[in-house]
């Protein structure tokens, strides 16, 4: 939980830092974009579902027709067609765009997301294509390690927003002061998860997230 991925401690060795200025650190599934929707759109075009009884995704995936469940390796094939074909062209959560427009007048934003390298570029052209052409860190595994990283080398506030309930744990662990939102866009989502233990807030849309993270930033100075 504690070490870097190889793959991602020189993307953040690269990454531009300017100490001294709050950080927020944002997830982009179910954060900035409609990730479910997407990939529900997706499987119904390749003859499955998903049946929401769970906030699991692989296990999850039915066939259409039989409801059969799906392989776990059929159900990572499905999901790996979806990044390669539809990360670009998600669509985003209402309000983000303008949230984070407002909120990089006073701190740096950062996409830290967990897709492989390969999608990068097309989930660039996503942020790029919604207004929010943000820096982008493809992470890999739990993300305390990775917001740790930033944190450090940031004197001032940081946030963090993700879904995953694992991901507010792991950044418990590895940076206890940073501030962190789960945030779960999807309102079916929403329904099948209570607040992460280790959250700060629960927080389901852009107005509220933004609203918090500057009163925060209001109450020290920044």
């Known amino acids: 939980m504690s070490d870097l991925h190889d793959l991602v401690r020189p993307q953040l060795d690269a990454l531009v830092l300017e100490p001294g200025r709050p950080l927020v650190v944002t997830d982009a599934d179910e954060v900035l974009f409609f990730f479910l929707e997407g990939f529900e759109a997706y499987l119904e075009d390749h003859g499955h579902y998903l049946d929401l009884t769970s906030f699991a995704l692989i296990g999850n995936v039915k066939v259409a027709g039989s409801g059969a469940m799906a392989t776990a390796e059929a159900a990572a094939v499905l999901l790996d067609g979806f990044f390669r074909e539809r990360t670009a062209i998600m669509k985003a959560v209402p309000g983000a765009a303008a949230a984070l427009a407002a909120l990089s007048l006073r701190a740096q934003i950062v996409v830290l997301s967990n897709l492989p390298d390969w999608a990068r570029e097309a989930r660039e052209q996503a942020l790029e294509l ?81 609203r918090l993270i500057e009163a925060e930033l209001d109450r020290l100075g920044y």
């Open 130 to 210: 919604n207004g929010m052409a943000f820096p982008v860190v493809v992470n890999t595994g739990l993300k305390g390690a990775a917001v740790r990283h930033m944190a450090e080398r940031v004197a001032a506030p940081v946030f963090f927003l993700d879904d995953i309930p694992r991901n507010h744990m792991s950044v418990a662990m590895a940076a206890p002061q940073v501030m962190r939102l789960h945030f779960v866009a999807d309102g079916r989502l929403q329904k099948l998860i209570g607040p992460a233990e280790h959250c700060t807030h629960r927080v389901d849309d852009w107005i509220e997230a933004r």
